[in-house]
């Protein structure tokens, strides 16, 4: 079986399973770059040396965490070929991820939160910024949602995230009024909650990323501000507050703990409080 049509079948069969799109899309990349370098062979003839001297080659230019993904997609692919009986042997299956270092979350400060909120001049960049600070929701998240999913009588909205996972996320008053206010001015009836301001349609991952910089630009914050902040945000915000690490846990919509437990190595108030409490 050559190295496409396998990919064709595992990413239809994944598809089946409930991968996110944004996931298909990373592992689409990943076998594309597969494919070229082995220039489509049949792969029962593919070794783990030869895995490896792949890798090794994107070493060259790779952060370890892009290495890191690569091979999971790499172990995930050649498992379920294997799994499938395409392949008698794995190649993948002695393949290890390297080492990456775990990363404290950048967040903004409240004063940086505030020059941003200033910053934004339209109902679309308000209600946008307050959404995606006020529910912590990724942005792949926020740009799938619907207007039929607010729940506005207790402010609320059912998103799906990774895995297909719905969950209910919450947001604030202040969110409130400018998501109204947005969705009032607006004349189409595309179902999408936000939509682009020329010829309105869904607004894109890459659409809403702009916004976010377009908006940062303006606060003339001196730092490079990402929309995944917002979220980190978010989680600093309740930590700082006293939500335990559960609740944030269940709201941020992560499956393993370990990913929320992260936050609790921030420099925020709580650590500062419990250092002058117990040194």
Known sequence: MLLSKAWESYEADKRIEGFSPQTLKAYHLQAMLLIRYFNDLNIEDITTIQLKEYLARSNENLKPSSLAHRIRFMKSFFRWVHEEGHILKNPAAKIKEPKVGKRIPKFLTERELEHLREACNTALEKAIFEFMFSTGCRIGEVVSLNKNCINWSNRSAIVRGK?????????????????????????????????????????????????????????????????????????????????????????????????????????????????????
């Not at 004349?187 to 939509?195: L, N, R, S």
């Not at 930590?239 to 499956?255: M, R, T």
């Open 163 to 279: 895995g297909d996972k719905e969950r209910e996320v919450y947001f604030n008053i202040r969110c409130e009024i400018w998501l109204k206010r947005y969705l009032d001015s607006r004349q189409d009836k595309d179902p999408a909650i936000f939509v682009t301001e020329r010829h309105p349609h869904r607004m894109s991952i890459a659409q809403m990323r702009y916004i976010i910089k377009r908006i940062s630009n303006r606060a003339g914050i001196n730092k490079e501000i990402h929309p995944h902040q917002l979220r980190h945000s978010y989680a600093t915000h309740l930590l700082n507050n006293g939500a335990p690490l559960d609740v944030i846990q269940s709201l941020l919509g992560h499956e393993k703990s370990e990913t929320t437990r992260i936050y609790a190595q921030l420099s925020g108030s709580i650590r500062q409080d419990l250092y002058r409490k117990y040194f």
